[in-house]
Every structure is written in structure tokens, then in C-alpha cells.
């Protein structure tokens, strides 16, 4: 059984950043893309940014390009995502997922496995 767990989120004032990070168990980590999601109050949760199986490529929402970026370890099954210049509106429960053999999958669906989130809230 593959889990996901999240940590790293807070609260935090604009400007500043945060570290998400995800670890995977139950599975073998170099065989899952790996993606960030984020669910706002009220709102559907929507795609951050995807990261193949490999590590090679990255891919971003229009809304955090430029500001954050995923990353992966494979030696300690964990994916990041770091998170700089936060705004108000980045405040969210962000969710990491797996997806099995997935190179950048920005569509949630696709993705096999989610962990339960964590929660950043960005003061103005």
C-alpha cells in the first residue's frame, strides 16, 4: 500500500517562503511521477506542479511559474516543493500524488495515489 505523507506548511507573511515536503512509502519511489495540488476554501482543487519519474522534467502552473519549484530525492523517496515569494492568495491545503510510470501529469485523475495535505496560509 503506497502512502503519502505531507509536512512543512504554516503560516507565513507575503514575501516569505516555505518547503513542502512529501515522503513516499510502500512503493518504489523512482517508478512514480510525482505532482502538487492545492485546494483553496470554496474553491476545486487545481494542479501547482508535476515533476516526471526521472527528475528531468518540471512542469508549472501559470499562477506559481517562476516562483516555485519541485523537486525529487530519490535516495529518501521524497518530493519538495519550495515555495517563495508567497502571496495571500497561495493560501491553500496542499496535496501531494503519485502517479506510476507518469512523466509531467498536470491532470489529477491520472494520478494513483494523494496524501492527505498539508496547510499553508500566507498573511497579507
Known amino acids: 500500500q503506497v502512502q503519502l505523507v505531507e509536512s512543512g506548511g504554516g503560516l507565513v507573511q507575503a514575501g516569505h517562503s516555505l518547503r513542502l515536503s512529501c515522503v513516499v512509502s510502500?512503493?518504489?519511489?523512482?517508478?512514480?511521477?510525482m505532482g502538487w495540488f492545492r485546494q483553496a476554501p470554496g474553491k476545486e482543487r487545481e494542479f501547482v506542479a508535476t515533476?516526471?519519474?526521472?527528475?528531468?522534467?518540471?512542469y508549472y502552473a501559470d499562477s506559481v511559474e517562476g516562483r516555485f519549484t519541485i523537486s525529487r530525492d530519490d535516495a529518501k523517496n521524497t518530493a519538495y516543493l519550495q515555495m517563495t515569494s508567497l502571496q495571500p492568495e497561495d493560501t491553500a491545503m496542499y496535496y501531494c500524488?503519485?502517479?506510476?510510470?507518469?512523466?509531467?501529469?498536470?491532470?489529477?485523475?491520472?494520478?494513483?495515489?494523494w496524501g492527505q495535505g498539508t496547510q499553508v496560509t500566507v498573511g497579507s
Open positions: 515533476i516526471d519519474l526521472t527528475g528531468a522534467e518540471a
Open positions: 500524488a503519485a502517479c506510476h510510470g507518469c512523466h509531467t501529469i498536470s491532470i489529477m485523475s491520472l494520478y494513483d495515489y
Open positions: 510502500g512503493g518504489t519511489f523512482s517508478d512514480y511521477g
